[in-house]
């Protein structure tokens, strides 16, 4: 069945540094991909998402590449800042939803 | 827009108890769902429902039961909680499946003691 397998935890980077987490993905057909982030105390929000092969989803400064050959959907951001200090869940989007277990990233100043 | 709500926003249970936790969203999104967020850990899909009068198991449907009478509201009903039922919990909806997105409510920390 489908599935999404993510990098695990916890990350520490401090301000400035750059960021991968990582993401791969096993489905049938053609899922919909995206990135959710979960600030502490709330619930999860869309941070980008990818409908098809080779499209690049992009907010706040992070990116991911939907990428059929390699199966993945790995999240990057150039320079990351406190503020960006969440748990970020990769996510497929096929017959059903399925989410990662969760990456922690906490940015130190 | 409220976009998805949730209530209670916090809940402790005496083990054996009842509860409904109430979920609603106002954008006239056909397909909702149930998740728990157990520490540390990813989300589990307990229930969703593809419509009014729809509903399904998800990976973890025991001990739990939903109805789905409008496309507003999907309550999730908790029968003689017990600890291991110690959560967060999670309402989402999205218009439809795939490629939709799902948007997610603020959710509900329920302690059972």
């Known amino acids: 069945g489908d599935s999404v397998t993510q990098m695990e935890g916890p990350v520490t980077l401090s301000e400035e540094a750059f960021l991968t987490i990582n993401c791969t993905y096993t489905?049938?057909?053609?899922?919909?991909l995206f990135w959710y982030v979960q600030y502490p105390g709330e619930g999860l929000q869309l941070l980008l998402k990818?409908?098809?092969?080779?499209d690049k989803g992009s907010n706040k400064g992070f990116e991911a590449t939907y990428r059929k050959e390699t199966t993945s959907f790995h999240l990057e951001k150039g320079s990351v800042q406190v503020s960006d200090s969440a748990v970020y869940f990769c996510?497929?989007?096929?017959?059903?939803?399925?989410f990662g277990t969760g990456t922690s990233l906490t940015v130190i100043p | 827009n409220a976009g998805v709500t949730q209530t209670p926003k916090f809940r402790i249970l005496k083990i054996g108890q009842s509860m409904t936790l109430q979920c609603a969203q106002d954008?006239?999104?056909?397909?909702m769902y149930w998740y728990r967020q157990d520490p540390g850990m990813g989300l589990k899909l307990i229930y969703y429902?593809?419509?009014?009068?729809?509903?399904d198991k998800g990976e973890v449907p025991n001990g739990y039961n939903v109805s789905r009478s409008t496309t507003e509201d999907f309550p999730l009903r908790l029968e003689l909680a017990a600890p291991s039922q110690t959560s967060v919990y999670f309402c989402?909806?999205?218009?439809?499946?795939?490629?939709?997105?799902?948007?997610f409510g603020p959710g509900t920390r329920l302690t059972v003691t």
């Open positions: 989402a909806s999205s218009p439809q499946g795939s490629p939709y997105e799902q948007y």
């Open positions: 489905a049938t057909g053609y899922p919909s």
């Open positions: 990818a409908t098809k092969a080779d």
């Open positions: 996510a497929l989007s096929g017959n059903q939803f399925y």
């Open positions: 954008m006239n999104h056909n397909y």
């Open positions: 429902s593809v419509g009014a009068g729809i509903t």
